[in-house]
């Protein structure tokens, strides 16, 4: 009898040390469970903080949280959308916490890959936004703008400003970012297409700031000063950086602009004729999209694998009509 209590003991015991080791977690309580509230903890981190285009997007990630009601929007970015690694150490931090799920716009589409990959170990579901992921790590969803056909209708609207012929400026952002480098591939092709219109310069950057996007866009004016008719910059900082060129070096109006999301110095530009276009993409929807496919995706539902938010143009012509005026004012959206 004291034989079959001691086994039955040392049984009891081992079974006890085994729960308790930390390794027992189960992959299904590590993520997709709920906090305590019993709300779900979504991460969503842009590619940067300091431009209105991505507080749109926080503005559609909020949205979508009251919506659902069950989940919590926890954000943070880097300041600057130069700062890779940065943005990979946010994503780190939000893995360590063990959150259910990641919505993330990478500012380098191979840089991020890895980090990725760390939240597929750890069965973190991962949406990405806004710029694209090199190939190798599972998603839920891809929520962006079509930036190829944004850099089309940019072409198109820049040639209908040039009266179909002349010469073309295109300043691009900066290497891995793959939104941007969309875009850029999207205008040359269809400039390409044009014979009456020739590319001066497309092989220059003007990296990530307004300051680097004015010192460079002055370079290109000086130098084909007399030559060039258009000019198209692909996002924010570098946009207002070229507006700035073209008023200090006396083109403004003379050479034709198309900008690639808005500001209010840019809009500004609609009316005085010194901006032709500015394209647009839709960020409040793009971060609301993107936190209700994580969160269809934990309730176990099917999620699209890519979802287009829209893009379009607006001019001095259209710009206090809908959707144009939701659209050139992302950060004034309220919910």
Request: hydrophobic letters at 40%.
């Amino acid at each position: 009898m004291q034989r079959m209590f001691s086994v039955v003991f040392c049984l009891t015991l081992c079974l006890l040390l085994t729960a308790c080791e930390p390794g027992s977690e189960s992959s299904a309580s590590k993520s997709g469970a709920a906090s305590a509230d019993g709300k779900l903890r979504i991460a969503v981190i842009p590619k940067g903080t300091s431009h209105q285009f991505w507080m749109a997007v926080k503005s559609g990630a909020e949205a979508a949280a009251e919506e659902l009601g069950n989940v919590e929007v926890l954000w943070k970015g880097p300041e600057t959308e130069a700062d890779t690694m940065g943005q990979i150490s946010v994503v780190k931090n939000f893995i360590t916490g063990q959150v259910d799920g990641i919505c993330l716009a990478p500012n380098h589409s191979q840089a991020l890959l890895d980090v990725v990959l760390e939240a597929n170990a750890e069965n973190i579901p991962v949406v990405v936004f806004d710029s694209g992921l090199a190939d190798g790590a599972e998603l839920v969803s891809y929520v962006a703008t079509d930036n190829y056909h944004g850099g089309v209708l940019a072409a198109e609207k820049l040639a209908e400003a040039m009266g179909g012929q002349g010469n073309v400026i295109l300043l691009r952002y900066k290497e891995g970012s793959e939104s941007t480098e969309q875009r850029e591939e999207g205008f040359l092709e269809t400039l390409n297409k044009m014979p009456e219109i020739k590319i001066l310069s497309s092989d220059q950057y003007a990296g990530t700031t307004t300051e680097s996007a004015l010192a460079m866009a002055t370079q290109l004016l000086n130098k084909y000063d007399g030559e060039v008719n258009g000019i198209f910059a692909v996002c924010e900082p570098n946009c207002n950086g070229t507006l700035e060129a073209l008023v200090q070096t006396g083109s403004a109006g003379k050479v034709k602009f198309i900008a690639f999301d808005s500001s209010d110095r840019l809009i500004a530009g609609l009316s005085d004729d010194s901006v032709s276009g500015i394209v647009l993409q839709d960020p409040f929807e793009m971060g609301r999209q993107s936190v209700l496919a994580i969160a269809a995706h934990l309730r176990g539902e099917t999620v699209e694998p890519k979802t287009s938010t829209g893009e379009y143009v607006a001019t001095g012509e259209n710009q206090h009509t809908a959707p144009y005026d939701r659209l050139l004012k992302p950060g004034a959206v309220e919910h």
